[in-house]
């Protein structure tokens, strides 16, 4: 029998149903392959083991041939075999949990393979948006947003912006198609903040009855 980790969420990636007038224009998550790549370093790490069996099978083909290059990078192969399977199911964990939203009127974001977090961003909190896009397709948009609010950088992580610790970016990290995202993205922002403000007005009497 299948089994919903998240069918408690009235609509999936949102903790509550968005209110009248919202409409959600897209959902999505990471890419596992780009963020395995790009949050976890799983390149950089396989690189490492590579060199590391390459000197271990070269130092022991010197002393004992073949077999002696067999028994000295087998432990050392086997360990980054295991060093990259343990690396790539934490990213697909981190996707897997993960949903993006851009709606009418903000984006959010449901994050944490353990924890779960849901963080709102309204278009009007939103200060700048800048897209780094890779050449698979996939990229990054990052979130710079107005007045105090800071952000946890080991809450957010992996879905921040790399390099920026003190002042921490939110970002929808590692989404395929992610020049379309920033396209549709910056004309939900702008029709959402062109919108006219509408606020009811206090009559006079009752004004003047407060005062």
């Known amino acids: ?27 999505g998550r990471p890419q596992t ?8 370093r799983i390149h950089w790490i396989s690189g490492y083991f590579v060199l590391i069996v390459a000197w ?37 964990a981190q996707a897997r949990a993960t949903v993006y939203t851009i709606t009418s009127a903000r984006v959010a974001m449901r ?3 353990a924890l779960q977090v849901t ?10 948006a800048e897209l780094d896009l890779r050449t698979r397709g996939t990229g990054t948009i990052a979130f710079e947003t107005l007045g105090e609010t800071k952000f946890s950088y080991l809450v957010l992580w992996p879905h921040l912006r790399p390099g ?18 920033a396209r549709l993205l910056a004309e939900a922002a702008d029709a959402r903040i062109s919108a006219p ?11 003047l009855a407060a005062e």
């Open 33 to 40: 392959r780009a963020l395995a790549m790009e949050a976890f």
């Open 56 to 92: 271990r099978a070269t130092v022991g083909a010197f002393d004992a041939g073949f077999a002696g290059a067999l028994a000295f990078g087998l432990p050392y192969a086997v360990l980054g075999v295991c060093a990259f399977a343990v690396l790539y199911a934490l990213a697909w």
């Open 164 to 181: 920026h610790v003190r002042i921490t970016k939110p970002a929808l990290r590692c989404i395929p198609d992610a020049a379309r995202i």
């Open 111 to 113: 994050i944490g393979a």
């Open 1 to 27: 029998m299948s089994h919903d980790d998240f069918a408690f969420e009235p609509v999936p990636g949102l903790p509550e149903t968005p209110p009248a007038g919202e409409v959600v224009l897209w959902q």
């Open 119 to 128: 963080i709102n961003l309204p278009f009007r909190q939103i200060a700048n």
């Open 197 to 207: 403000v509408v606020s009811r007005a206090v009559p006079a009497a009752a004004a």
